[in-house]
């Protein structure tokens, strides 16, 4: 997928649950506190991007590294399956939960966190951002804050993306989104195909691609301390926490 601005990123996924996290305007800050441990607890998916109403959404690629391309019904059609990365982290300024879109740049940045910083959830942190609104060239510097002290990340959920930012399709949901434009509306009793599994026959011939209707999702809301929250799936189990480290360096 190609990279998205700030002030685009509304037209992926917007509603009552977790937020992005943004800094709109040079010199602007956050505390926060990342949610996780390792690389390997960073979400990552293979999707296709699709344009539902007004919204562009994240749709899962059903196809493995090694699965043929009739596999997914989007790679077969010649839509693109690009990997997003998502940074999870709790921001100590409104107390809520925030979700992140970034490069492997930045997770190589958040590499070296992690190599002084362990457990890196335990360390309270403060993201700058260096570029005016809409610059395409704006970075991000990270800096370790002493003496502030942690939220514990036990109390506090996961959100799930998948079913909410990215969109989780059946086999025949793509193929009638590639032949109508748009999803069906209502797939509770149709099976569906993990990734895999066989791909059933494809069409001879592609149908012409219209422009979809509306299927927004509404996302899963987030819990933070002292809020109250509506009933929900339980979350992803966490990792024991382990004591954290101090530092001063700035990244």
Not at 75 to 89: D, L, S, T, Y
Not at 143 to 172: A, C, R, S, W
Request: with cysteine; glycine share 6%; aromatic share 8%.
């Amino acid at each position: 997928m190609a990279r998205v601005s700030y002030e685009d990123s509304e037209k992926y996924f917007s509603g009552s649950g977790s937020d992005w996290f943004q800094l709109k305007n040079d010199g602007d800050v956050a505390r926060v506190q990342f949610m996780l441990n390792s690389i390997d607890d960073i979400p990552i998916f293979s999707t296709h991007r699709v344009k539902i109403g007004d919204k562009e959404r994240y749709v899962d690629c059903l196809r493995n590294p090694h699965d043929p391309i009739d596999a997914c019904p989007f790679c077969a059609e010649g839509m693109p399956a690009k990997a997003v990365r998502f940074i999870i982290m709790y921001q100590h300024d409104d107390n809520k939960v925030k979700i992140w879109e970034r490069g492997r740049q930045f997770i190589s940045k958040l590499q070296g966190l992690i190599n002084r910083y362990n457990p890196l959830e335990e360390k309270v942190f403060e993201v700058e951002r260096h570029g005016k609104a809409g610059d395409t060239g704006t970075k991000y510097e990270i800096y370790p804050l002493d003496g502030v002290e942690p939220v514990n990340m036990d109390e506090i959920e996961v959100p799930e993306l998948e079913g909410t930012l990215i969109l989780q399709k059946t086999f025949e949901e793509m193929e009638e989104f590639l032949e109508t434009g748009s999803f069906p509306s209502d797939k509770d009793d149709a099976p569906v195909r993990r990734r895999g599994a066989e791909a059933p026959a494809r069409r001879t011939s592609a149908p012409a691609r219209r422009t979809p209707a509306s299927d927004d999702v509404a996302p899963r809301r987030r819990p933070a301390p002292e809020q109250t929250q509506e009933e929900e799936p339980a979350p992803r189990s966490r990792a024991s926490r382990r004591g954290g480290a101090n530092g001063s360096e700035v990244f």
